[in-house]
C-alpha cells in the first residue's frame, strides 16, 4: 500500500473511532466547552492579582500579545492531534506516531499532560471548595462591616479546620464527577451550555455593580492605559507563562476535547474563539475586581488574597455587599466547576479506552483518586503544614504538599508538556497531515507553522527555564 492510501486509510480509521465515542453536537458547543475549561480561577483569580502586581495596563498588552503569539499556536496543534487521534490524549499521540512511523516514546508527551491535570485536579478542587464556603460566608451577612483582621481571621480559620476543607473539597469533586460520568453530550455538552452563560451574566452583573462605585473610570485607566516604566522583565515573564497557562493548555485537556471535534470544524476559528472569549473574560474580571478595590482604598497588587481577603473586606463595606459577594462567589465556583470538569476528562477517557470501563466506572475511579490525593492538599495546610516531603532540595525547600504541587505542575509540568507538543507538530508531524486537518489558507497556514516551530518553543522553553532559576 503506498504511502498516501496508508495515510488515507489510517486517517478513515481514526474518523471512524472518533464517531463511535460521541462528538460536540456543534462548533458552538465545543467553544462553550474549551472556553469553560480555559475560564477558571486562573482568570477570576489570578489575573487580576497578576495584573495588579505588575503594573497594569501594560502588562495587560504584553499578555495579550502572548495570547495570540503562544496561546493560540499550541491550542491549535492539541485540538489538531486529539481530533487526528480520535481518542483519549495518551491513545491519540499512540494513533498518530504509529500511522506516520514516528517513534511510539512520543505518547510520553500527551501522558505528562493527563498527569497534570490529575495533579491539578486534586489541589484546584480544594480551592473550590474555599469558593463554596465563601457563599455561605457572604449570603449569611458574616462579611459584613468586618475589620480586615476579622476578614483575615475568616479565611485563616477556614484553611485551619481540616473537616470543613474536606467537606467542601468532596462537595466540589462530587460536582465534577457527576456531569464527567454522564458524557460527552449528556454531561459535559450540557452542563457548559448553561453554566457558560450564566457565567458571563453573573460576571456582567457584578461589572455592572462596579460601574456604580465612582472608580470604574479610573480601573479602566489601569486596565488599558500601558505605562511600561512599571513593566519588569519578571512582568514579562508572568504574562507569557500565564498567557499559556489560561486556556488550560499542557494538560490533554484540548487533546480530550479536540477528540470529539467534527472534521467540519474549522479547528483555527474555534481556537480563536475560545482565546478571546477566555481573554474577554479575565479582562471583565478586572473591570469586575478594580473598581471595587479603588473605591474602598484598597491596593491593585494584595497578591493571592486579593480573592479571599481583599474583596471580601470590600464587600463587607459596601451597600448591598452580601449580595454582590454571593454573587461573585458563586461566580467563581462556575469557573472552577467547568474548568474541574476538563481537568478529569482525559483520565476518565483514557480509563474507557484502556481499561475497558464504563463511563460511570472510569468517572468514579478517576475522580475518588484525585479527591484522596486532594486529602493530602488539605492536610498540608494545617496539621502538616510543618511537612515539606522534597525539602532536601534548595528548589524545593519549605513546600508544602499543596506548594509542591502547584509548583511542580506549574512551573515543571505543562510548560514541558506544552514545549514538546509545538515541537512534535511543529517539527515530527508531517505538514501534509496539518493542512489537511487546519484547512487554512496557504499564508495563514504558513504564518501559523512559522510561529509554532520557532517563536512559541523559544518563548515557552524561556519561561520553562525562569521558572526552574
Not at 43 to 63: C, D, H, Q, R, S
Request: hydrophobic share 55%; charged share 10%; proline share 4%.
Amino acid at each position: 500500500m503506498s504511502n498516501a492510501s496508508s495515510s488515507a486509510a489510517a486517517g478513515g480509521a481514526m474518523d471512524r473511532a472518533a464517531a463511535e465515542r460521541g462528538l460536540w453536537s456543534s462548533r458552538l458547543a465545543f467553544i462553550l466547552a474549551a472556553t469553560g475549561s480555559a475560564v477558571g480561577l486562573g482568570n477570576i483569580w489570578k489575573f487580576p492579582y497578576i495584573t495588579g502586581e505588575n503594573g497594569g495596563g501594560a502588562f495587560v498588552l504584553v499578555y495579550l500579545l502572548c495570547i495570540a503569539a503562544v496561546g493560540v499556536p499550541i491550542m491549535m496543534a492539541e485540538v489538531l492531534i486529539g481530533r487526528r487521534g480520535g481518542h483519549s490524549p495518551i491513545n491519540s499521540m499512540r494513533a498518530i506516531t504509529s500511522h506516520e512511523g514516528l517513534k511510539p516514546a512520543w505518547r510520553w508527551v500527551a501522558a505528562i499532560g493527563v498527569l497534570a491535570g490529575f495533579l491539578i485536579l486534586s489541589f484546584y478542587s480544594v480551592i473550590g471548595g474555599w469558593a463554596i464556603s465563601y457563599v455561605g460566608t457572604a449570603a449569611t451577612g458574616q462579611l459584613a462591616g468586618q475589620s480586615a483582621e476579622s476578614i483575615g481571621a475568616i479565611f485563616t480559620g477556614l484553611l485551619g479546620d481540616p473537616w470543613k476543607l474536606l467537606m467542601w473539597h468532596t462537595l466540589f469533586m462530587a460536582l465534577v464527577m457527576v456531569v464527567v460520568a454522564r458524557g460527552v453530550r449528556s454531561g459535559l455538552e450540557r452542563a457548559v451550555s448553561i453554566l457558560m452563560p450564566a457565567l458571563f451574566v453573573l460576571l456582567l452583573i457584578v461589572v455592572g455593580y462596579a460601574m456604580t462605585t465612582g472608580h470604574f473610570g479610573q480601573a479602566v485607566s489601569f486596565l488599558f492605559q500601558p505605562d511600561f516604566s512599571k513593566l519588569t522583565t519578571s512582568g514579562v515573564l508572568v504574562a507569557l507563562g500565564h498567557a499559556f497557562f489560561t486556556l488550560s493548555l499542557g494538560m490533554g485537556v484540548m487533546m480530550a476535547y479536540g477528540s470529539y471535534l467534527p472534521k467540519n470544524i474549522s479547528i483555527a476559528k474555534t481556537s480563536v474563539a475560545v482565546s478571546v472569549m477566555d481573554t474577554l473574560v479575565a479582562l471583565l474580571a478586572g473591570l469586575a475586581i478594580f473598581p471595587i478595590v479603588f473605591a474602598n482604598g484598597l491596593e491593585p497588587g494584595a497578591g493571592p488574597g486579593l480573592i479571599f481577603q481583599t474583596l471580601p473586606l470590600a464587600f463587607g463595606q459596601m451597600p448591598m455587599g452580601s449580595l454582590f459577594g454571593t454573587l461573585f462567589f458563586v461566580l467563581l465556583i462556575f469557573a472552577a466547576w467547568t474548568s474541574g470538569i476538563s481537568l478529569l476528562e482525559p483520565l476518565v477517557e483514557w480509563l474507557e479506552e484502556q481499561k475497558g470501563m464504563n463511563r460511570t466506572l472510569s468517572t468514579l475511579g478517576a475522580g475518588i483518586a484525585c479527591w484522596l490525593l486532594g486529602i493530602a492538599s488539605i492536610l498540608s495546610l494545617n496539621l502538616w503544614s510543618d511537612v515539606a516531603p522534597l525539602g532536601m532540595f534548595a528548589m524545593f525547600e519549605g513546600k508544602t504538599i499543596f506548594d509542591l504541587l502547584d509548583f511542580l505542575t506549574a512551573n515543571i509540568l505543562l510548560p514541558l508538556g506544552g514545549l514538546l507538543v509545538a515541537v512534535f507538530v511543529g517539527w515530527f508531524l508531517s505538514r501534509k497531515v496539518l493542512e489537511e486537518e487546519l484547512s487554512m489558507s496557504p499564508a495563514v497556514f504558513t504564518a501559523w507553522y512559522r510561529v509554532l516551530r520557532y517563536f512559541t518553543p523559544i518563548a515557552v522553553a524561556i519561561v520553562f527555564v525562569y521558572n526552574l532559576v
